[in-house]
């Protein structure tokens, strides 16, 4: 698996898994997916307090059979930062379900609410060990300054809607300044795009020239821009094949083409919305479904691991 080093010279793989709502299924079959994404090679997963996708993950990687350090664990915080101590619960609410002692990357999910005090909690887990990388996601630029140009520990990842329609070009000479790399969320596309990645035709002639296809060429020229990226399937075939667009190299002909296909550059979604924030803060107010972790921490319905 291709890797790219972080500002504190954590490694990071470039290709990984995203973990959406539990992928909307029981978590008895979502382990099951996951089991299955580990078989393929699949190390690094993103979770989320936020959809409920800690705990499948937690069970699948226990019941791989394989070390934690073959693994690289995203987790991510709820919608909206309910300051320092609030925080800092959920961290270790994050570990509990993660079945873990520490995050490989914690990233705070979204720019709204406490967001320093969210931060230092972030800075004191990371100088404990319990995590090992800190980063952001959905940050805006001038957000990600805002935060990044204040925090002792500068943020290491932005984690933002990156794909060849929302290239995110105007987001890199600020990362560059803080040495802080950048994720793609949807690198696929998917529903929040007009134009569907995976069907089109430019992209689909470009693979047709190297064996590959539209899918791996979209996620080939964000990895081979060292930009990693976390495309979310339940499909084993998709998997294989998300897999191996590592196995192939663009050319600077192909890259090119592929960057005149930027449509909104900072993505769709307008997190200056107001309506969009209010929901955010509304979900914390509601708060997750309350849950029975056992008295170890681990497993479905307080039963152990």
């Known amino acids: ?27 008895i079959d979502c382990i099951k997916v996951l089991a299955r994404a580990i078989d393929m090679g ?65 990233l705070m999910q979204y720019p709204y609410g406490d967001v320093f005090g969210a931060w230092r909690a972030m800075e004191r887990a990371y100088r404990e060990g319990k995590v090992r990388a800190v980063g952001v996601s959905n940050f805006t630029q001038a957000r990600f300054f805002d935060l990044a140009n204040l925090a002792e520990v500068k943020p290491m990842v932005n984690q933002l809607q990156c794909n060849v329609f929302s290239q995110q070009r105007g987001m890199e000479g600020l990362l560059r300044e803080f040495g802080c790399r950048l994720m793609a969320w949807a690198p696929l596309g998917g529903h929040y795009d007009k134009a569907e990645v995976v069907e089109n035709g430019v992209l689909a002639s470009i693979g047709a020239r190297h064996g590959m296809t539209a899918a791996q060429v979209a996620l080939r020229w964000l990895t081979q821009r060292s930009v990693a990226a976390v495309p979310r399937t339940i499909n084993a075939a998709h998997m294989a094949q998300n897999l191996g667009s590592a196995g192939f190299e663009l050319d600077d002909s192909d890259m090119e083409l592929i960057a005149s296909m930027n449509q909104l550059d900072a993505g769709s979604i307008d997190y200056e919305d107001v309506d969009f924030v209010r929901s955010m803060a509304d979900a ?13 921490g681990f497993g479905f319905g307080g039963s152990a691991m």
């Open 42 to 106: 699949y190390r690094m997963f993103d979770t989320s307090l936020h959809f409920d996708s800690e705990e499948p993950v937690g069970c699948a990687w226990r019941e791989s059979g394989l070390g934690r350090d073959e693994f690289f664990l995203v987790a991510r915080l709820g919608a909206y930062n309910l300051g320092e101590a609030g925080t800092a619960e959920d961290i270790d609410e994050s570990l509990r379900w993660l079945q873990t002692d520490h995050i490989d990357l914690l």
């Open 284 to 296: 914390a107010r509601v708060g997750r479904v309350e849950r029975n972790p056992g008295p170890a």
């Open 1 to 27: 698996m291709q890797t790219i080093k972080l500002s504190n010279g954590v490694e990071m793989p470039l290709l990984g898994c995203g973990v959406y709502g539990s992928f909307q299924m029981p978590p």
